[in-house]
């Protein structure tokens, strides 16, 4: 998602931390990619960003994250 053609906003998962994937979000600032950091909260055994939209400037990401491997899904978001 872009609030404009130099700030633009991607995010999914990284497998970094692999056996586990953790939330991950680059941003363009209209000439290349950076990784943002992203957290999680403690504890947090898995977690990824599945959406984000931008409006007047700011951006919202959201997802899910998981404590233990098959536990239930909380929600997880970020503002950019």
Not at 23 to 36: L, P, Q, S, V
């Amino acid at each position: 998602a872009c609030s404009s053609a130099t700030a633009c906003i991607a995010v999914g998962t990284s497998s970094e931390q692999s056996p586990n994937f953790l939330a991950a979000a680059e941003t363009w600032n209209g000439a290349e990619w950076h990784t943002d950091p992203t957290s999680s909260p403690e504890g947090t055994y898995t977690s990824a960003l599945n959406s984000v939209s931008c409006a007047n400037g700011t951006c919202i990401a959201s997802g899910f994250y998981r404590k233990e491997n098959a536990g239930p899904a909380r929600t997880l978001g970020y503002e950019y």
